[in-house]
């Protein structure tokens, strides 16, 4: 979104009548969304369908309680508002508005027109309300905060019909090792449109506190390495640290063998830290992370199955803190201490499996079972699927994502570049080495290869 594109009036009154009238017949219980732009159509499905927003709600409700984050936050987030202030003066010749809000979509700060901000107060868009999605429907804020990328949402693209007279735009800032959400900043014009600049703009303030988060992470990646330095002295086990994300920053020789990445290769940059394909691994590091970052005294082990391993390895996570906030775990291998990670269907709250995947084709949403899904490939940032209706764009950005949201649901991560339905593996193919191909039940035969890192994953999910 590097320009905001004008229409025509002739243009935009055209496209206004199509999307109010696929808008009316959403919001009526209908499936068509011709002529709606695939990332508003998934936003719309989601706002229905999922959070169950009523589209005939006028004001955004206030937010119920504060996000906790971390101090570097604060920086981000402050250096938002400086930027957001500098923008306001050529903001208000256009009768708009910018926000900051929070991962929740609370609105932090606002400025620009005060006519502008007269008229938003009437709908609540001030600060202390909540302008998420699940709050707010189909809003620059709240959608933003669901995307990777940039948002522009304009009159009737927006799910309530209270807020049609609003054009938005905005972009989310998120954390460089998580990628959960810091802040959202957004721009709001009324019966107007953006400024030309606006997309340009929203792009380098979004980039500038990207770069903040990157050195802060960075830092956090060097205070991981020293705890790991400090912990190996006096350790005769096998280490590893470990990010909030699971990714490893650095990992002994006997590590790395274990969870099949380089060993004593220094990964702080959060861009390049090795990402282990462990989906078991990565979870038990999340969950320590989250444990963690609620008692700074927390520790836990559990037991996975590494590479190479037939039988289960003893793990514990130890957290590491700078400045009062995590940076990640230190994890010993072969080694039982503290509170045990719950095991599935134990303890913790129960993972919602998802009916129906989404994926876009040309304009139109199609929504699909998840057994009418063979695999899914990415290419760059975009994920495909093959499915029986084709090849078809997924609406979840990102293979990391995809993975998460259906590792309990039959599916498995085989190689960095596929996810695949387990039950619709037609055939197993042995190569001389060794190597694992799988053969699909598409059309097609695809055939799938299997990492060697995953081999002993796949082998025992399909008990061969």
Known sequence: MAQVRQLDPHSRRRAEATTHQAWERFAGGEDDLSGVRPEIAISWHRCRDQFRVDPRLTKAPAAVAEVDHALGYDVVIAELGFRAAAMAHEVSSV????????????????????????????????????????????????????????????????????????????????????RKPVAVLNISCWRSDLPGTAGAWLGNAAKTAQRILRQHARDDGAELMAAYNHMRSGSAAALAAVDPAGRVVLADD?????????????????????????????????????????????????????????????????????????????????????????????????????????????????????????????????????????????????????EAELSDSGFLRVHRQYVVNLSRVREVERRDRGELVLVMDDPAETMVPVSRRNTPTVRRALEI
């Open 95 to 178: 009768g708009g508005i910018v926000t900051i809000a929070d991962a929740a979509g609370r609105v932090l700060a606002q400025w620009g027109d005060e006519g502008t901000r007269a008229v938003a107060a009437e709908a609540n868009l001030a600060q202390w309300f909540c302008w998420s999605e699940g709050a707010a429907g189909t809003n620059g804020m709240g959608t933003a905060l669901m995307s990777y990328t940039p948002v522009l949402i304009r009159g009737a693209e927006h799910w309530c019909q209270a807020f049609h007279d609003w054009t938005c735009a905005g972009v989310a800032v998120r954390d460089a090792v998580t």
């Open 254 to 402: 006997t590590a790395g063998v274990l969870l099949g990445i380089p060993g004593s290769t220094p990964a702080p940059d959060p861009a390049v830290r090795w990402k282990p394909e462990l989906p078991d691994f990565i979870q038990a590091a999340k969950y320590a992370a989250e444990q963690a970052s609620r008692n700074p005294h927390w520790a836990g082990s559990t037991q996975i199955f590494t590479r190479l391993a037939n039988e289960p390895t003893s793990i514990t996570f130890r957290p590491v803190f700078l400045s009062g906030h995590l940076v990640g775990n230190i994890v010993s291998f072969g080694v039982s201490d503290g509170d045990p990670l719950p095991r599935e269907g134990e303890d913790g709250p129960p993972r919602v499996q998802p009916r129906r995947m989404v994926a876009t084709r040309e304009n139109r949403m199609v929504l699909l079972r998840l057994p009418e899904v063979c695999f899914a490939q990415s290419d760059g940032n975009d994920v495909w699927l093959s499915t029986d209706e084709g090849l078809l764009r997924s609406a979840s950005p990102g293979l990391d994502r995809l």
